[in-house]
């Protein structure tokens, strides 16, 4: 008996060995992709390594119970990596915090009819073949405002019902995967489509007037992903522009659609700071709106955001209809600027930024053009 197991203790030894390896190879990999977004660059697999940071979070705890356990016998190599992926997670822990549930309360609901605003944002996804899930959803939301995205003609026939309740349209199918469609209950002022920063994807820009007679700019973006026959510079000058848009503006705004982009993402707080804009999910939960195919891989990806001048009642999302992405729902409150969130203001540099952002894809734009 004592044989036997002297027999087969090299090979358990070997297994803890191969087992401490192993964990350790995973948490090389995690430190990596917690820690390449750092790096300023526009190549697609650093910024989309931004995406699955509550993933990654989950996979630091991990790894770190695991090197717990190698403590004793690998004591300096396993407390080195275990001080390192602590040290990553509590960066993770930094970048997430704002957007994980804290039972913050939105805006009082003593709001009147008249200045609530209800958008709802969904992309349809072009390969889904349409059927009354989506159009049930929209009709029990019942928004002021409806945006498509990935539209197409088949898409657009099946959405024509909505006129009924929203008359006032904007739609622009394009047989890609960036067509974009508004139905509104509230008239628009205005309304066209806008290729922002040179970029060959549609954006819907428009004016919208409450009941109060009062109207307000909104826009609906639905900009390139970063992936890998491309970077993320179109994307980032997209949001950079819209940003500018509402800026230039002396009225509020509204800026909502799949941004193909992350809440914490460098370009998303440019573009922030550019138009002081207000995230709603601050604070008041993570609200994963794609991929709606998997319970594992999922973040925040469709957008409402606002400048002074609104405040978020509600946000919700909506149930899966066959797409890759979940309805989006924001109801907004018009409310005087002084009560409203209002961040600071962005500093220069951050403006020349992002004019450079913008810069830089107009010329990779005309380059691709010319070609």
Not at 184 to 213: F, K, W, Y
Not at 261 to 266: I, N, R, Y
Not at 277 to 306: C, E, I, N
Not at 326 to 349: G, K, M, W
């Amino acid at each position: 008996m004592r044989g036997s197991w002297r027999a087969a203790r090299p090979t358990w030894i070997f297994m803890k060995i191969a087992l401490f390896y192993l964990l350790l190879a995973a948490a090389v990999t995690l430190w990596l992709g917690s820690l390449l977004p750092i790096i300023p660059t526009d190549l697609w697999w650093v910024r989309v390594a931004d995406f699955p940071r509550l993933q990654t979070s989950i996979g630091l705890v991990v790894v770190l119970i695991g090197f717990l356990f190698f403590t004793r016998r690998y004591r300096t190599p396993a407390t080195t990596a275990a001080t390192i992926t602590a040290g990553v997670l509590g960066y993770q822990a930094f970048v997430l915090l704002p957007y994980l549930p804290t039972g913050t309360d939105l805006a009082s609901d003593s709001c009147p009819v008249d200045h609530r605003f209800k958008v709802m944002v969904a992309n349809v996804r072009l390969s889904n073949n349409p059927d009354s899930r989506l159009i049930d959803q929209v009709r029990a939301a019942d928004p002021d405002v409806f945006l498509a995205l990935e539209v197409d003609q088949k898409w657009t026939r099946a959405l024509a019902p909505l006129k009924n309740r929203m008359p006032h349209t904007v739609i622009h199918p394009t047989g890609s995967y960036f067509g974009i469609a508004l139905y509104s209950r509230l008239p628009l002022d205005n309304p066209h489509i806008e290729h922002l920063a040179g970029q060959d994807t549609p954006q819907i820009v428009t004016g919208v007037q409450l009941p109060t007679g009062e109207v307000f700019d909104f826009l609906g973006i639905h900009p390139r992903p970063p992936h890998p026959s491309q970077s993320a510079l179109g994307r980032d000058a997209v949001l950079m522009r819209a940003a500018f848009l509402l800026r230039d503006h002396d009225r509020p705004g509204v800026v909502a659609g799949d941004f193909n982009a992350v809440p914490w993402e460098d370009a998303v707080a440019m573009m922030q700071d550019v138009a002081r804009l207000v995230d709603p999910r601050h604070g008041y939960g993570y609200l994963p709106t794609y991929d709606a195919k998997s319970w594992w891989m999922a973040w925040p990806l469709d957008h409402v955001f606002y400048e002074a001048g609104f405040a978020a009642l509600e946000l919700e999302r909506g149930r899966a209809f066959g797409s890759d992405h979940y309805p989006y729902i924001a109801t907004l409150c018009r409310v005087d600027r002084q009560r409203s969130e209002r961040p600071d203001a962005a500093e220069r540099e951050t403006l020349e930024s992002a004019r450079d952002i913008i810069s830089r894809a107009r010329d990779q734009a005309e380059e691709w053009a010319s070609n």
